[in-house]
């Protein structure tokens, strides 16, 4: 048994379009593969270690692998966040959440007014960068919050810290998760969306926060918290899982912060390790926040950790910055060399995604596609070929296993092809 588990989310890594990728219109669709063939043979050297090169469609090298690795298909109805990572925790999404591609209904928008006391301007399925400056500069006239959808389940709700301060866009969403966006319009997530400047150079904030809607069933989370199995949520995991079954949640601001964190309650410092914690020259235009404004709940040395690195679908993908994402594989890659010098052997890591986001498809949102999944220990003795595995839910049914849990969800654990 592994006295760790620490699960990293790659949000949005896809590795190639999946076999009913034709029902979402992303035939073709592969955004790690694409990204490469965009910017050439990309530099992640401890992703090839753990096997990557085995399972995606990337420049072989010859790299001896050490990892676990194998592709997961998904098994719910949709392509966004919510369902991907239910799924992993054993909760399939089986009834699609209600999405929105033309805005919303008057009727709903009518109760958003009535129950929030705003108007709005917007409502429609947009790009949230672009909308924000098309419309940001009526937003600080008239004080009216801008609403917007996508292709996902989310009603999203942008204002300028100035205008309407973080406390009031928060209750705005509070209220809108409550009692707005209700019965038929169940939405997946409401999603407040900061953000500053002028009007020209409005950028979005750190400070959003997600209201998830709540689950039909019970998560593995809360079969690990029954089981007395501390859990922890680093980045918008409590969001995500509306907070349910996290001993402790942890938001963070960035990917690298994300990774810093990981670090801290693992109880290594930022000067413990080459990577994790320290800015690689080559990525001199990223700033690696440090972990001194977070106040930890002790070390993590037991239990199950799940890490959501949201930036790779928020900065890159539904913004079709290729350049950007493949410079923030390569920034990851580079601070997991130190996280995997942190571990023991009675330590389980792994590595997944929860969607695509290839930046080369057309439009903005996310794509239907296989993930990677790659496990890690100092304790596996050579290359593990993981196969296709039928559902996310693989996941979560291993780190049950583990810690000899009993009870039943979906899903096939693959603790034993692990060797442990």
């Not at 404004?293 to 679908?313: A, C, K, P």
């Amino acid at each position: 048994m592994f006295k760790r588990i620490i699960m990293i989310v790659t949000d949005s890594v896809g590795i190639g379009h999946s076999p009913e990728a034709e029902r979402f219109g992303d035939m073709g669709a592969n955004t790690l593969g694409h990204i490469e063939e965009a910017v050439g043979p990309l530099q992640i050297p401890n992703l090839r270690k753990l096997g990557i090169g085995k399972i995606a469609d990337i420049t072989p090298q010859q790299d001896t692998v050490v990892g676990a690795f194998g592709r997961m298909h998904e098994q719910s109805t949709g392509k966004d966040t919510t369902s991907g990572h239910w799924e992993m925790m054993g909760h399939p999404v089986k009834v699609p959440f209600p999405t929105f591609y033309d805005g919303f209904p008057q009727e709903l928008m009518d109760t958003f007014t009535k129950e929030t006391g705003y108007g709005f301007l917007g409502n429609e399925a947009a790009s949230g960068t672009e909308i924000i400056e098309r419309l940001g500069e009526e937003h600080m006239r008239t004080g009216k919050p801008i609403v917007y959808t996508s292709a996902d389940s989310v009603f999203q709700i942008a204002a300028h810290e100035s205008i309407i301060p973080l406390e009031d866009l928060y209750k705005m969403c509070q209220i809108t998760r409550e009692r707005v966006c209700i019965g038929d319009y169940y939405v997946g997530r409401i999603i407040a969306r900061p953000f500053v400047g002028e009007s020209g150079h409005f950028v979005r904030t750190s400070n959003r926060h997600d209201y998830s809607r709540l689950p039909e069933g019970r998560f593995v989370l809360q079969a690990l918290q029954d089981a007395k199995v501390p859990t922890i949520g680093v980045g918008k995991i409590g969001d995500i899982y509306a907070h349910i079954g996290l001993d402790q949640s942890y938001p963070t601001k960035s990917n690298s912060h994300g990774m810093n964190l990981l670090a801290a309650l693992l109880g290594h410092s930022a000067d413990d390790t080459h990577g994790t914690c320290s800015t690689h020259s080559t990525h001199s235009t990223h700033t690696i926040p440090d972990t001194s404004d977070t106040t930890l709940e002790g070390r993590f040395t037991h239990g199950y950790m799940m890490v959501n690195l949201v930036e790779f679908d928020s900065l890159y993908g539904h913004r079709r910055d290729v350049q950007g994402y493949g410079r923030e594989l390569e920034m990851f890659d580079y601070q997991l060399g130190g996280l995997l010098e942190l571990l023991t052997k009675d330590d389980l890591l792994l590595i997944t995604a929860d969607h695509g986001n290839d930046p080369t498809w057309k439009g903005t949102d996310h794509t239907r596609e296989l993930v990677p999944l790659l496990a890690y220990s100092p304790a596996f003795r050579g290359p593990i070929d993981l196969g296709d595995r039928r559902s996310f839910a693989d996941i979560g049914q291993t780190i049950l296993e583990n810690f000899g849990v009993k009870e039943s969800f979906v899903g096939e654990s693959f603790l034993c092809e692990l060797g442990n």
